[in-house]
């Protein structure tokens, strides 16, 4: 589990440093500044509770937690003590990667490894919502993974890359490749209607993705660009 951790974060531009105990960890943080710790809560013959426990008397370093067990107990405790989220194994990579990301952001950091300049063109912030160019994905303040399709991806980073702007439907339709030459296509309609679903906190109400009636669409970004 250790060496799969490794390969991923390393995969995800990350710099992870592996070690077997609580005494390892002491050791390695005095020698190096950490961003985040992930603790396995079954660590041989001792407590990840307790590691935690001894992190957050001491700082405020962040803590995502891994189990392998399905005591809703474990998890309570866990979050009680301190820790800034918590994952049952087996678990979904992606939806790790995200969360860890998702508790850096929360704690002001960026992603471990990344110039700040790949950081704020590889991602977008929607409010509650980020958006990672990089590996496409739409991921809520807590981690969790919203999905998105090849084309609402495409029509929502073109809406980001000219924000607070009026775009007319036919732009949006050359967007995502759609023919041209039929007008009433309701591709765009179908996927606004999708996109609001997964951005807004009240599709039927949008504050974000908005419609200007004869106009085409807009994405808003500021307060002093939301309308009505």
């Known amino acids: 589990m250790r060496d799969a951790l490794v390969a991923l974060l390393s995969e995800n531009q990350f710099e992870p440093i592996p070690m077997e105990s609580s005494a390892d960890f002491g050791e390695m943080r005095k020698q ?23 992190i957050r008397r001491n700082g405020d370093l962040p803590i995502v937690m891994l189990t392998g067990r399905g005591d809703e107990t474990d998890k309570i405790v866990g979050l009680e003590i301190g820790a800034d989220d918590y994952m049952l194994k087996p678990f979904n990579p992606r939806e790790l990667v995200a969360r860890i990301r998702a508790v850096l952001r929360r ?78 296509d309701r591709t765009i309609d179908v996927l606004i209607l999708r996109l609001r679903r997964k951005v807004e906190e009240n599709p039927s109400k949008p504050v974000h993705l908005q419609t200007r009636r004869g106009q085409g669409y807009i ?9 009505g």
């Open 32 to 54: 190096v500044d950490l961003d985040l710790v992930i603790i396995d809560l079954q660590l041989r013959g001792e407590s990840g509770l307790e590691l935690a426990m001894d």
């Open 107 to 184: 704690y002001g950091k960026g992603a471990p490894g990344l110039p700040n300049s790949v950081l704020s063109d590889a991602h977008s912030t929607l409010g509650r919502l980020i958006l990672d160019r990089t590996t496409k994905i739409l991921s809520a303040q807590d981690g969790r993974e919203i999905p998105l399709t090849n084309a609402e991806f495409r029509l929502l980073d073109f809406f980001l890359k000219r924000p607070n702007e009026i775009i007319p439907r036919v732009e949006l339709l050359a967007e995502i490749g759609s023919d041209l030459t039929r007008y009433m």
């Open 219 to 227: 994405f808003v970004t500021g307060p002093e660009n939301i309308s």
